[in-house]
């Protein structure tokens, strides 16, 4: 422990033109560590004065973001305002995934059987959706001025399933009042459907990267981008096998491969775009395992037969098990890092939720004006508990020391066992490096425990530990514990 005494700056209060820093979060928090209990006590103090409110609001936040100041956010200070402005957004988010699952799955349903109500109901879920998206677009403009690129991506893509959705759901009935163009209305009304539900489970999934399912998605997402730099690999081989199936198999009138030969004179451009889509299509199912070879191998050619063997081993062994590799290694880094990225999207969230309620002056809708809890209390198992209490005035007795982190990136070291006999052995592991990574709770006041020492209990309601579980931080995975 080091001494406080010349660290340890006396409070004050914080004006307009000062800055959040690691030192003005460490004079404005306190830890208490229990070791009976196997608990850290953290005392926070948001009050600037009864007038100016709390010291944190979403300007900060947001200054913080825009500076990358990622070090400063993951401080407990910091997090435990964060997590509390996500536990009371807990309802709202709760509505927003269930109205727009049944929304997906009305669109689905409606999929199959369609009537006027299931119409207007449907339609009346994209208005609904449509006003609270250009509400937000609108407050983000108003209130910082520009908006980010991913914004505008994000925004228009949502129009797109909105504006796919009621086309698909309305066209029909425009498309019944005259006959004309048939052909072309058939298309459209058959490929709208599938543009519609596909966007609404994007968007499902988009809507669900909060909750604790999140880190499955950021997998996906991670596996799909891997998947589109190996796919300068993958596409030339799926062509030029494709290729080679339909010239070797044409004339054997094995499906998907057809008698090219004696229909090409009657085929037109589609129908031949067709038929190579539907040869480049079987080439992709048999790169994934489905290879059927017996329809192949019924034709007792040679040719047909070493082409199969060649297609096996450079697509089914080599090209799939390289995009396995690949994709498992994409998990590992995931999980060391998932909580950096779900750390990134809460903090966005927070500061929209925030900007949002600043808007309403009416204090009948006005959001998030409970204060933020300035006690935490956190479990070696990761639970924890909020609550309020008098931050403390006693000086503390040390200051935390700038423990590190030691993170092995990836699996190599050498050791030296001792054993109780008396007997050195030694192990080596290739390829070791270690990252050393500053504790977050490094550089707070430490306050001593002592019998006397406030005991805080768990009274959450079945509520607040639903909400902690649905949006809440993960205080285990930020604070090392």
Known sequence: ????????????????????????????????????????????????????????????????????????????????????????????????????????????????????????????????????LVLKGTIKARVTKSVSTWFVVAFCFNMFTYGATLSYVWLPTVFSYDDYHQEVKKIITWFLPI????????????????????????????????????????????????????LIMRDTGVKPWPLIDQQAANMTMVQTMLVILQAVTKTSTMMIGEVDANDILDTNQWIPSILVLVFEIITVILLMNLMVSLAVGDVTYLKNTAQDKILKIKVNFVIEALQLSEQFSNSVFRLHTNPTSNILVIMDDGSYIATFDEFPKVAPVAVADEAFKISFLESGMRLRIKTTSGKVKTATVSKCDIECIESTESGIPVIMSTPDSKIYENEDTYWTTFSKWLIGLDWAGYLDI
């Open 1 to 132: 422990m080091r001494s406080p005494k010349d660290e340890e700056m006396p409070l004050r209060e914080r004006g307009d033109n000062d800055e959040i820093t690691l030192e003005f979060c460490n004079r404005r928090s306190r830890i208490r560590r229990n070791k009976a209990e196997d608990s850290a006590t953290f005392m926070f103090d948001y009050l600037r004065d009864p007038e100016e409110g709390e010291t944190l609001n979403w300007r900060e936040l947001r200054k913080l973001k825009a500076g990358k100041k990622w070090g400063v956010i993951r401080h407990p200070y910091i997090l435990n305002y964060i997590n509390q402005k996500l536990i009371d957004c807990a309802l709202f988010y709760s509505l927003h995934i269930l109205a727009f699952l049944f929304f997906f799955l009305l669109l689905a349903w409606h999929v199959f059987s369609r009537n006027i109500f299931k119409d207007f109901l449907i339609s009346i879920f994209t208005g609904v959706f449509f006003m609270f």
């Open 195 to 246: 543009i519609a539900i596909i966007s609404a489970w994007a968007n499902l999934l988009y809507i669900m990267r909060k909750s604790p399912f999140g880190i499955y998605i950021f997998m996906m997402t991670r596996i799909l981008r891997s998947f589109a730099h190996i796919a300068t690999i993958w596409i030339p081989t799926l062509i030029a096998f494709s290729f080679a199936f339909l």
